[in-house]
């Protein structure tokens, strides 16, 4: 599992490089955004309970279909895992916000949910509408607890939503 500081590093061990003026750029880009990317996954992290029941009737609102006779989140086990599959992808968004890094995604999250979803009929397009639910109910939550200079928050959301896609 990487963050920003060992991505970095990493591609420029590979070519035995020393740190030029794009890694110092970026890593001061980060260690800028230091502080508020902690205070704001502490803020997710205080609410994540409201912030995925919020997601959850809004993308049902949304999308009706998903939770009548047919739809893949028909019958609360199926309801249940839905709620519990945004509940993971807000929770591992916070580490990715935290290690300004998507690798935890990759790593922990995104490794062969494609298939599984294929497999047991969940629909990425819905699933994807949940994931950037997530992201505006955070993005507003995070703005209300007074944290500015967030536009970092969209990374791992924008992420997810794009390699499910
Ligand atoms: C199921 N979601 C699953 C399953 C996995 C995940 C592995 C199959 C096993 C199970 O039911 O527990 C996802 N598991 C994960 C992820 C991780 C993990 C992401 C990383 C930490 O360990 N259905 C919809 C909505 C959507 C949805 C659009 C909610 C946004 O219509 C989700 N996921 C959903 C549903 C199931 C599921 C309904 C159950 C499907 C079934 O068993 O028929």
Do not use: H, W
């Not at 902690?38 to 279909?65: C, H, R, T, W, Y």
């Amino acid at each position: 599992m990487r963050d920003a500081v060992t991505s970095l590093i990493r591609n420029y061990d590979v070519t035995g490089r020393y740190l030029d003026r794009n890694a110092i750029d970026s890593l001061k880009s980060y260690f800028d955004t230091g502080i508020a990317r902690v205070q704001a996954s502490a803020v997710i992290n205080a609410n994540a309970a409201a912030i995925v029941k919020q997601a959850g009737l809004q993308l049902f609102d949304e999308l009706p279909e998903l939770i009548r006779p047919g739809g893949n989140a028909y019958t609360t086990r199926r309801y249940a895992a839905c709620l519990r599959d945004l509940d993971y992808y807000l929770r591992y968004a916070t580490y990715a916000l935290v290690a300004g890094d998507t690798d935890v995604l990759d790593e922990r999250v995104l490794e062969g949910l494609r298939e599984t979803y294929n497999s047991l009929g969940v629909p990425p397009g819905p699933t994807v509408c949940g994931i950037q639910i997530l992201k505006a109910i955070v993005k507003e939550t995070v703005a209300e607890a007074g944290i500015t200079n967030t536009a970092f928050l969209d990374q791992p959301f924008d992420y997810m939503s794009r390699e499910l896609s």
